[in-house]
């Protein structure tokens, strides 16, 4: 296996800190669940097969038998290490991506199909967005008619925006503006018009 990703070098001393306490659990009997585990591995496929890579190693190597969790914290440490955030950051970038598209998907009553092109790129504009929201940056791009078509165009989609914006109003105290409203739209009818 391998892939093309520009790593910082603190991956060496996180990754190898993450092993030995994994190793140190796994001797007590303690295993952690890792509540994110659905939301990486559907948003960071490469980093989450990493996870599994290691995880069959250490079956091998060591002859521990882990769960996928643990996959799921290996393969933080390798979004981390390819971003500025720290770990707390990509825990909530990743948290919110995995609300909003949970909202979605509850909707439409869909599935979204991760390997569609557009279902990558709405995720990635989420992951942005989220970005946004944690640093409490606003996104204002002055498009009012184009906001009022789409809205009037897809009151479905519309509705369901709705619901995003409250959903990010009430956890996160965020207000979001009509620009990031237009781009979810326009985002939102992409994936359910598959």
Do not use: W
Not at 51 to 76: C, P, Q, S, V
Not at 81 to 96: C, F, H, L
Not at 104 to 130: G, P, S, W
Not at 161 to 169: A, F, G, L, Q
């Amino acid at each position: 296996m391998q892939y093309d990703m520009k790593l910082s070098d603190s991956i060496y001393i996180a990754l190898s800190d993450r092993l030995e306490g994994v190793c140190s659990r796994y001797e007590k009997g303690i295993q952690m669940p890792n509540g994110l585990l659905f939301d990486i591995r559907r948003m960071y496929h490469q980093e989450y097969d990493i996870g599994r890579f290691a995880l069959g190693l250490l079956k091998t190597e060591k002859d521990m038998d882990l769960r996928n969790d643990e996959a799921g914290y290996i393969a933080m440490h390798f979004i981390n290490a390819q971003t500025d955030n720290d770990m707390d950051d990509i825990y909530m970038i990743t948290k919110v991506v995995g609300e909003v598209l949970d909202i979605v998907q509850t909707h439409f009553r869909m599935i979204l199909n991760d390997e569609d092109y557009n279902c990558q790129r709405f995720q990635t504009h989420l992951k942005f967005f989220a970005q946004r929201l944690l640093m409490g940056n606003l996104y204002y791009e002055q498009d009012d008619g184009l906001y009022e078509v789409i809205r009037d165009r897809y009151p479905d989609v519309y509705e369901c925006v709705r619901k995003i914006v409250m959903h990010i109003e009430q956890e996160y105290r965020y207000n979001m503006s009509k620009e990031e409203m237009l781009y979810l739209m326009i985002h939102i009818e992409r994936v359910r018009g598959r």
